[in-house]
């Protein structure tokens, strides 16, 4: 295997690439088109925002460090991957007050494909109890997701080898930190094969602390058309599934089937536990009305035990758009996961993993295939779904 790596950024030693290319022919392959690139945005709320393109020559990803190495956009064969969100981004994290408007203010730059919540929470904004500088327990509001996504990476590097016919790769570090408080690190490494459909994430967060910290890790994956439209599904090996709240009880009878564009349309939301294989791999799929698009995530639930969907179904105007979203737990305040037994705990030193790959289906018979896997999974165990709030899965149920 030969491979080539660059540092586009390392803050530590004051390293800093702001016009950068490679191409699969540094390593002797011809994959014309294929390549990573980075720029910096000038003007506006994306001021100053770092963004790294991978490109396999059908699959591009723009990747955002600024952003907590989330993914912004993308497209496949001329699918457009993501979301048109009212928020126009990308936004630098300097223009986010994540504690504005009841500690909902995360969503002044939220725009992205897929973006992570965490780490130390990742659910609604409310109050959680902690320890002081003074070892004394007081109040303190956590915001909505948490803060990972809108805190710059300070390490960032590219890769391209020739490994599996060629392998495109970023790799960044984020350090979620403070003194007397939550002190993880994210290293991901966010690569691709040349001319594949896959994307694949992987994330290790370690605990710098002398301490025990706790983990909360989900991965909001966001799309809107063309993925999602009317009477577009959510294929998933359900165990169980339960609405959120009231609110989603009321299409409980459609929970995995979508309505088009809905002018005052309110959000819904979905708690499931999902079969999985022997492995403890497991699959859900995004696809379209006719089946014949799709998008599917592949995870290990051993790794992220919890799944979510988020239904917003408004007009598209005010956003377009469901949510995937693979966790660790819940999003609901982490008092409430914290005792339910879902916040990870990592001792000193220790870390915790997760991979996510994301696959892109621009046919029927890619689409059908995934559909097969998961109703042979489904087989094994016949869904329970619940007709209403359950106590497992929601406060006060």
């Not at 390392?10 to 690139?37: C, H, M, R, Y």
């Not at 064969?77 to 408007?101: H, I, T």
């Not at 007081?138 to 948490?146: A, C, E, Q, Y």
């Not at 994307?199 to 989900?218: A, C, H, M, Q, T």
Request: hydrophobic share 35%.
């Amino acid at each position: 295997m030969t491979e080539k790596k660059w540092i586009l950024t390392d803050v530590d030693n004051q390293v800093w690439l702001e016009k950068f290319s490679a191409s699969p022919s540094d390593v002797g392959l011809n994959a014309p088109g294929a390549g990573i690139t980075r720029k910096v945005f000038q003007g506006g709320l994306a001021d100053g925002v770092d963004l790294i393109e991978i490109n396999n020559g059908k699959l591009s990803v723009s990747i955002l460090p600024t952003r907590g190495m989330g993914l912004w956009k993308g497209s496949y064969n001329g699918l457009f991957l993501g979301w048109n969100s009212p928020v126009k981004g990308p936004v630098n994290p300097a223009y986010v007050n994540q504690v504005d408007r009841g500690g909902l203010g995360w969503l002044t730059g939220f725009d992205e494909w897929m973006c992570r919540c965490g780490l130390d929470s990742n659910g609604a904004p409310g109050v959680d109890t902690i320890l002081n500088n003074e070892g004394n327990p007081v109040n303190t509001s956590l915001n909505l997701h948490g803060r990972i996504a809108n805190i710059p990476a300070h390490y960032v590097e590219a890769s391209v080898s020739s490994d599996n016919g060629g392998t495109l790769s970023v790799t960044g570090i984020v350090n979620e930190t403070m003194l007397f408080g939550p002190c993880l690190q994210l290293k991901t490494t966010i690569s691709t094969t040349l001319g594949s459909n896959r994307l694949v994430i992987r994330d290790e967060v370690v605990n710098l602390k002398g301490g025990p910290s706790e983990l909360e890790l989900l991965y909001h994956t966001n799309m809107g058309g063309p993925f999602l439209e009317k009477d577009a599904k959510v294929v998933a090996p359900t165990r169980e599934v339960a609405p959120r709240d009231a609110r989603a009880v009321e299409d409980i009878a459609t929970y995995d089937t979508y309505l088009g564009p809905t002018t005052g349309y309110v959000e819904q939301c979905y708690w499931y536990d999902l079969l999985a294989d022997k492995d403890n791999r497991t699959q859900v799929l995004l696809r379209n009305a006719h089946g014949d698009k799709g998008i599917s995530l592949h995870f290990n639930k051993q790794e992220l035990p919890c799944f979510t969907v988020w239904k917003n179904t408004q007009a598209e105007i005010d956003g377009y758009v469901t949510g995937l979203e693979p966790a660790t737990n819940y999003p609901n305040l982490k008092t409430f996961e914290r005792q339910q037994g879902r916040v990870v705990n990592i001792p000193p030193g220790g870390s915790y993993s997760a991979t996510v790959e994301i696959q892109i289906h621009d046919n029927p018979y890619g689409v059908a295939d995934v559909e097969e896997w998961i109703n042979s999974l489904q087989k094994t165990s016949p869904a329970v779904v619940h007709q209403k709030p359950h106590a497992k899965y929601t406060p006060n149920a």
